[in-house]
């Protein structure tokens, strides 16, 4: 996938998407598809916003049976399901603890009554399904849990995920079916022609960020996938009426030593009608997440003091060792994207849908924004679009019957059963390309099917085998190809969106130097200029707030 911006002002496409994140993407796939000329264009990077800061799950929410939003956790049960085949490199399983308290509000009668609708509503099967733990047994499966007023456990499975690569992997499919897709490439504008009788978007002003050149971009349709920038967008539209469309929450999470184990946890925070959850991530565990109002810029939103003491204190009631702030490693926050409900302005967040609308303006007939949604049904969200767009468009029956994303997996899906297929290819890249066996297992899991991409130009230079200071598991290889393969311009971009890594690059601050280098010799950056990126990757993956005294 190469970045190629004029190509945006070549041609007129049926379909314009603005917005990087996961529900352009997996929208731009699908179309794509099907056979439609696609344009996505991010004003960042792909998955820079709330698509890279969740909470890393693919998951039905079962709290959201106890809100009675049966529709949801059913679609998002079944996505779950079909990503595990499409993706299984970024779907794996997990086992969740849910440990019962005498003060938490919910008895393991009715815990037991959810989890089994929430196993009807879409299991991988019999070794997915919940079970029951006494007291005794959940403290033996989770030696870490604190056992005083412990009434019983269950255990369930939802699936983990690097949401960053699960997007770019729709993006990359897009492109190789056929879609121009663009990071750093922002909307400036809208034009609006009106047309037997409809005012219409006709063509943006797009913006390349990294060079400053500006083009047309035209298209008959346009999807605003801009997430948290959903009604900034609306608003360059002309007729704009100033109304709002969304709610905006924060919810940010916590770097924490792993002290589930390989399970997760999931368990009630007292003081309010919520859940927290510890999820195990890499050589971390992740603990989030807070669900506040937010009315910031979305782009510089981070974990603060509050956000640290609110997740401790929940957190420490269920622990036996009482995390302090100097425990915690790093951190994210990510911006919530919530359709608004007119009879739920001023209430809880938490209590906000998560389902997704699709909304348009009386001043633009083919123009369709998102509002809401979540991670695990995104590729669903985007079949339903596609659908809608292309009966405006009145596109060709043939073309509709043409390929599906429920049928064609994401770029690095091709592994078949996947913990035997890591083992093998693991050990295939040790003989054949010299590598680490922990670079090996990182390569397979990180890229999937796609492995050998990234090994292959080891056999002209052997440097790229090299391991990335401070990350024996992170070659040099891997960032030759995110630059060469998967549109990286920066640092931060490689780091935190495509490594693997994910935020817990922030662990390893010895390797962005040398990824800066890579990056330098590349394009020709002064030292200037590579003090910039490091000072970027630095303000974007280390907060400093974390660590404060409490």
């Known amino acids: 996938m190469k970045r190629d911006f004029e190509a945006l002002g070549n041609t007129t496409f049926d379909l314009a ?3 990087g994140g996961i529900q352009g993407a997996a929208t731009a796939r699908e179309a794509a598809l099907r056979g439609l000329k696609v344009a996505l264009v991010e004003a960042r990077d792909f998955a820079s916003g709330t698509s890279s800061r969740s909470s890393k799950l693919i998951h039905g929410g079962l709290r959201y049976l106890e809100q009675l939003r049966f529709k949801l956790v059913r679609e998002a049960r079944q996505e779950r399901r079909l990503l ?6 970024l779907a794996r399983p997990v086992p969740f603890l849910l440990p019962i308290y005498h003060q938490d509000r919910y008895s393991p009668l009715k815990v037991r009554f959810g989890l089994t609708v929430y196993d009807l509503m879409g299991n991988l099967g019999r070794e997915d399904r919940h079970r029951m733990l006494d007291r005794k047994s959940a403290v033996e499966l989770m030696p870490g849990l604190r056992p005083d007023g412990l009434r019983a456990a269950a255990l369930y499975h939802d699936s983990i995920t690097d949401d960053a690569r699960l997007t770019l992997e729709n993006v990359l499919d897009a492109a190789q079916h056929g879609a121009v897709a663009v990071n750093y490439a922002e909307i400036r504008g809208l034009a609006a022609s009106t047309r037997a009788g409809r005012k219409e978007v006709v063509a943006a002003e797009a913006e390349d960020r990294l060079t400053g050149r500006r083009l047309e971009l035209s298209a008959r349709f346009w999807v605003n996938a801009a997430g948290p920038w959903v009604d900034r967008v609306r608003a360059l539209a002309p007729g704009f009426d ?9 919810g940010a999470h916590l770097l924490i030593p792993p002290l589930t184990g390989r399970h997760a946890l999931l368990a009630a925070v007292l003081s309010e009608h919520r859940v927290f959850l510890i999820v195990p991530w890499h050589n971390c565990a992740l603990l989030g997440t807070t669900d506040t109002d937010f009315e910031g810029d979305p782009a510089t ?9 609110y997740l401790l204190r929940a957190a420490n ?10 425990d915690v490693a790093g951190g994210w926050a990510g911006v919530r994207v919530l359709a608004i409900e007119p009879g739920n302005a001023a209430g809880s967040p938490s209590a906000n849908t998560r389902e997704y609308r699709f909304h348009e303006d009386p001043w633009a007939a083919n123009f369709v924004s998102i509002c809401g949604g979540k991670l695990t049904t995104a590729r669903a969200l985007g ?6 767009v292309v009966t405006r468009l009145g596109v060709t029956a043939s073309t509709r019957e043409g390929q599906s994303s429920r049928s064609i997996p994401l770029p690095g899906g091709h592994t078949g059963a996947f913990e035997m297929y890591v083992h093998v290819a693991s050990w295939d890249a040790v003989r ?13 899991r990180t890229y999937g099917s796609r492995w050998r991409k990234v090994l292959d130009p080891v056999r002209e230079r052997r440097s790229f085998a090299e391991p990335l200071p401070g990350a024996p598991a992170l070659l040099a290889a891997e960032v030759e190809f995110a630059i060469e393969h998967e549109m990286a311009v920066n640092a931060e971009d490689f780091l935190l969106r495509r490594s693997g890594l994910s935020w817990t690059a922030c662990t390893v601050p010895e390797a962005a130097p ?6 330098a010799r590349r394009f020709g950056w002064s030292v200037e200029r590579r003090q910039v990126a490091l000072e970027a990757f630095s303000r974007s993956a280390c907060s400093g707030t974390l660590r404060a005294p409490v």
Not at 301 to 309: G, M
Not at 383 to 388: G, V, W
């Open 383 to 388: 079949e339903k679009l596609t659908d809608y």
């Open 84 to 89: 595990v085949r499409l993706a299984p490199h």
């Open 514 to 519: 040398a990824v800066v280098e890579i990056f």
């Open 242 to 250: 100033g109304s709002k469309t969304v709610r905006l929450t924060k």
């Open 432 to 444: 054949e390309y010299g590598v680490p066996l922990e670079a090996g297992e990182h390569l397979v």
């Open 17 to 19: 998407i603005i917005g």
């Open 317 to 326: 009631r269920v622990l036996q060792r009482q995390l302090a702030p100097e």
């Open 301 to 309: 939103v981070q974990p603060d003091r509050a956000d640290t003491e």
